[in-house]
């Protein structure tokens, strides 16, 4: 499903002292199929935009289309359902939504909240119980007697069991231990070759370069740039005013660069770094 | 959430902003008081004026102060409506079953409705211009005589300003988890009373679950930085008396003396 | 050189736990020191947090502060010694204010008011938060806020600041701000510093790399010698150093040097060899 953005603005507590611009005059458009990466520094509001997508929160001016609905600011909180279907969120720390008292239970709430039958939604956990990279026997348990990683796991199977054509990241790997961030994108890299559309909030920007096919770079509420993550991160204006960290392989290219070495585009990952020093050192 | 105006902290900066919170803590009970000491329409209007002056002071739009009626509206209709019908009248200007209309009814709702609107201003004016945990500095030092019979002064102050430092975490969080829930299709107040309940319960659980963890982060992260029980500790926030808090005061007792006169008016 | 914190044959479980999370580990670290402690998620690294500074009480062995056995007795003024910055920047902030928050811990060691007011003013200073002083934490980010957790546990003034995944919860630019000041401040104080964290490059500021997995440890040195592990250090959780993997693309064509190389010598020598070619 593609996702446009049009003028969207978003005013928190409008008409009081306190109101401040979460969003201000955003227009861009996620594509389809694609693995969108957003990024931005603490409070610039992109937990804001993505919000919008679900109709969790609505535009003060501006719409989001989202495939053939459109939200507005006067859109009735009636019959979003459809939506919020199609459109599956993991937001930060997604383990505190788990409440039921069996894994299985917590992980088919969603899929019947949304009008599938018992057995559907069953058949849903067993698949995504696996999917996430835990087995059956999982299922039993309370979700509260599993790690914090286990349980994070369980909470990202308990969105995708409702089989969302899009998939929305809040920093979904805050506070893993590396090897389990890996797994974790790497699902979420399968996700898409099955032809899910997958939007990731993050600051890793290692994550960015390795996996996003299209970047947006928020500041301030307001949308500075979108594109090619190898595009973005060599916008030279960008980097001068610090809106951007540059991922490790771009960083070290730069470095390099001070003396001898030579890059037309900055590398963002670490083959595309390595490939680019071998070809400079051994001169084909 | 975001919507109710009353016991909301508003930053700003105004001689009431200034005053001791003490002084404005006792001094808005005492006006309270007083309030049910008007009787008639000179000392209601008085006391209107004086409330009016309050807030043209605090330098804060009167727009928020009829906000902060919103929460409290139905409650202010259903009242003045109740004594507009049910006011007995030897003579009634309308009459229907067991409902009179009068003109003493309608003297009496209009006074019970400015006794809202003055009690409503002026405690808006308290929380907007004082913060809750001064408002909690303040309780501890009234109650102070109090620890001469062991009363844990200390102890409830702070735990006051922690349940206050509390809230808007917990409101975070509710929003958190209900955005959480609705994007795995949970729609609250939709259905009948039953599905409505029961919708609570992905909320309630989680909410109770992460209140938890955070109070035993917090418990955690006090008792590192040496907090024991509230006993040999001193204190970084002082409370100051000055001289417009006396002014201040004096002027109250003008106030009350002119009332007193006006009732007798 | 003196040892600051030695811990001995200690065991810990939860209650209700079926494994122990801290199992009979021993470990010393010296005055002056930055340890990091590495390894995966629920390998026991919080939990020893909480041993070392006497929030939860050890089944058996003993943790030494500053050469004295804590107990019951004299936690209180071992716990003086240790300031830790948690991972939540929301659920250690305690007062009201940024200034509250600081004094916090002046307050609960009963010093006078006057002197509260200068150290509080000192501490704000050294993180560079003065002007927020009167904000309340709402209105702070993420960084700010932990910068504050940082000034109120420096204006009790410790010996040792351990900091339990401080970083994580902050974009790029709030994590090389809090680290530099932890950087900065251990030289100009003569602290100690602990840092637990996942992330691999951060422990490259650190002398020594303690990893921890099930609650032992399985490693302990150098960061050179940790680095130098490749691809074992997967089975603790942990990633391997950027240059590890950069020079494992690069193949063995190359001539570099054996062992681990930071990115500075990687560069250094990469440099060497365009300059020869
Ligand atoms: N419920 C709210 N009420 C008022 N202001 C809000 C609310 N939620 C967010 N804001 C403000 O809107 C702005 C954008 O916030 P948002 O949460 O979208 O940022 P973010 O980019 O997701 O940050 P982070 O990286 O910390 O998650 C911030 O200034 C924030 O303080
Ligand atoms: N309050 C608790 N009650 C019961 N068990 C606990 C508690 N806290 C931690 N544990 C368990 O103790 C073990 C060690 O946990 P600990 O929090 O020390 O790990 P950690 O290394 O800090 O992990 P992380 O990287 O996720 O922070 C884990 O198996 C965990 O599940
Ligand atoms: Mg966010
Ligand atoms: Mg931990």
């Given at each position: ?5 049009d ?12 109101a401040?611009l ?5 227009s ?5 199929k ?5 990024v931005?520094?603490t ?11 679900n ?12 495939g053939?609905?459109?939200?507005t ?12 279907k ?18 299985e239970?917590?992980?088919?709430f969603?899929p ?23 087995d ?10 599993l790690?914090?990683g286990?349980?994070r796991?369980?909470?990202i ?22 090897v389990?961030?890996?797994e974790?994108?790497?699902?979420f ?5 099955e032809g899910?559309?997958?939007i ?17 770079v928020?500041h ?8 090619l ?7 030279q204006?960008?980097?001068?005013e ?13 470095e ?8 037309d585009?900055?590398?963002i ?7 680019e ?8 | 959430?975001?919507?109710?105006i009353?016991?909301r902290?508003l930053p ?27 009787n ?7 006391l209107l004026?004086?409330v009016l ?29 109740l ?13 229907w079953?067991i409902f009179?209309?009068s003109?003493e009814?309608?003297?009496i709702?209009g ?8 009690i409503?201003?002026?405690s808006t004016?308290?929380?907007?211009t ?10 501890e030092?009234?109650l102070k ?20 430092r ?7 969080e ?5 955005d959480?829930q ?7 107040g ?6 409505r ?10 909410l109770f679950?992460s ?8 418990a ?11 006993e040999?500790r ?9 001289k417009r808090?006396?002014l ?9 003396i ?8 | ?22 199992n009979n ?18 390998s026991?690294?919080?939990?020893l ?21 804590i ?7 071992a716990?003086t ?6 991972q939540?920047?929301d659920?250690?902030f ?8 600081v004094a916090?811990?002046?307050e609960?060691?009963?010093i006078?008011?006057?002197k ?5 003013d ?5 993180v ?10 709402q ?6 806020k932990?910068?504050?957790a ?14 339990d995944?401080?970083?994580s ?5 709030g994590r ?14 003569d602290?100690?510093?602990i ?5 691999i ?10 990893v921890?997995?099930?609650?032992k440890i399985?490693?302990?040195g ?6 130098d592990l490749g ?12 240059t590890?993997k ?14 681990y ?14 300059s020869?070619?």
């Amino acid at each position: 499903m593609e996702i446009t953005f049009d003028h969207v603005t978003h005013s928190y507590n409008p008409n009081s002292p306190t109101a401040n611009l979460g969003l201000d005059d955003v227009s861009f458009t996620i594509k389809d199929k694609l693995f969108t990466a957003i990024v931005g520094q603490t409070g610039s509001g992109k937990s804001t935009l993505v919000r919008h997508i679900n109709a969790l929160l609505k535009p003060t001016s501006g719409n989001i289309k989202v495939g053939e609905r459109v939200i507005t600011s006067e859109t009735n909180n009636k019959n979003l359902k459809p939506l919020r279907k199609q459109v599956g969120m993991v937001f930060q720390f997604p383990e505190n939504q788990l409440f039921e008292d069996t894994v299985e239970k917590d992980i088919m709430f969603g899929p019947m909240n949304f009008g599938a039958s018992e057995e559907e939604a069953r058949e849903s956990a067993h698949k995504m119980i696996k999917m996430v990279g835990l087995d059956e026997t999982y299922l039993t348990q309370s979700p509260f007697d599993l790690s914090g990683g286990q349980m994070r796991r369980v909470a990202i199977a308990g969105v995708l069991a409702s089989d969302p054509e899009t998939i929305i990241l809040d920093e979904p790997t805050a506070g893993l231990d590396p090897v389990g961030r890996k797994e974790i994108m790497e699902l979420f890299k399968g996700l898409q070759e099955e032809g899910k559309t997958i939007i990731l909030i993050t600051h890793n920007m290692d994550d960015v370069a390795d996996y996003a096919d299209e970047m947006a770079v928020i500041h301030r509420g307001k949308l500075i740039t979108e594109g090619l993550p190898k595009e973005v991160f060599n916008n030279q204006d960008l980097l001068k005013e610090d809106l951007l960290t540059l991922p490790k392989s771009a960083a070290f290219a730069k470095e390099l660069s001070k003396k001898g070495f030579q890059f037309d585009k900055l590398p963002i990952t670490i083959d595309e770094l390595g490939i680019e020093i071998k070809q400079q050192l051994n001169g084909d | 959430m975001d919507k109710i105006i009353l016991g909301r902290y508003l930053p700003g900066d105004s001689l009431i902003y200034r005053l001791d919170p003490r002084g404005k803590f006792l001094l808005t009970f005492y006006f309270v008081g007083i309030v049910f000491l008007a009787n008639n329409v000179a000392s209601y209007a008085f006391l209107l004026a004086f409330v009016l002056f309050a807030v043209y002071l605090s330098k804060i739009n009167l727009g928020f102060f009829i906000k902060g009626l919103k929460p409290v509206f139905w409650l202010i209709l259903f009242t003045v409506v109740l004594q507009l019908l049910f006011t007995p009248s030897s003579h009634p200007i309308w009459h229907w079953g067991i409902f009179t209309l009068s003109k003493e009814g309608m003297v009496i709702a209009g006074y019970i409705f400015m006794r809202f609107i003055l009690i409503i201003f002026i405690s808006t004016l308290l929380t907007l211009t004082t913060t809750p945990i001064e408002i909690s500095d303040s309780i501890e030092s009234i109650l102070k005589p109090l620890k001469k019979v062991r009363f844990p002064v200390t102890q409830v102050a702070l735990m006051l300003s922690i349940a206050l430092r509390f809230v808007p975490l917990l409101v975070d969080e509710t929003t958190k988890i209900m955005d959480a829930q609705r994007a795995r299709g949970v729609d609250f107040g939709e259905g009948g009373i039953i599905k409505r309940i029961k919708s609570f319960v992905p909320i309630l659980i989680p909410l109770f679950v992460s209140s938890f963890s955070i109070a035993y982060d917090l418990a955690i992260a006090m008792e590192s930085r040496g907090y024991k029980d509230g006993e040999g500790r001193s204190k970084y926030r002082v409370l100051s008396w000055s001289k417009r808090d006396n002014l201040m005061v004096i002027f109250m007792a003008a106030v009350t003396i002119i009332l007193l006169f006006l009732r007798s008016y | 050189m003196e040892k600051i914190i030695s811990i001995k044959d200690l065991n810990y479980t939860y209650p209700d736990a079926k494994h122990p999370a801290i199992n009979n580990l021993s470990l010393d670290i010296y005055k002056n020191e930055w340890v990091s402690i590495v390894g995966k998620n629920g390998s026991g690294k919080s939990t020893l947090t909480k041993l070392i500074d006497g929030l939860i009480e050890a089944e058996s062995g003993t943790i030494a502060i500053d050469g004295q056995i804590i107990n019951e007795d004299n936690i209180w003024e071992a716990r003086t010694k240790i300031g830790i910055v948690f991972q939540n920047p929301d659920h250690q902030f305690v007062g009201a204010t940024v200034e509250d928050d600081v004094a916090f811990g002046l307050e609960n060691q009963g010093i006078p008011r006057d002197k509260m007011v200068t150290e509080v003013d000192e501490a704000l200073k050294l993180v560079k938060m003065s002007d927020f002083k009167k904000r309340d934490p709402q209105s702070l980010s993420g960084g700010q806020k932990q910068r504050v957790a940082i000034a109120g546990v420096l204006a009790t003034k410790p010996q040792i600041i351990i900091m339990d995944e401080s970083t994580s919860m902050l974009d790029p630019d709030g994590r090389r701000t809090v680290l530099n000041l932890v950087q900065q401040l251990r030289q100009e104080q003569d602290l100690t510093i602990i840092s637990i964290t996942h992330d691999i490059e951060e422990t490259e500021l650190s002398q020594r790399i303690v990893v921890i997995n099930d609650g032992k440890i399985v490693q302990d040195g150098k960061p050179v010698e940790i680095y130098d592990l490749g691809s074992n250090l997967r089975k603790f959780g942990l990633e391997e150093p950027f240059t590890n993997k950069l020079i494992s693309t690069l193949g063995d064509k190359l001539k570099l040097p054996e062992g681990y190389l930071n990115e500075e010598e990687l560069k250094q020598q990469l440099w060497k060899l365009h300059s020869i070619m």
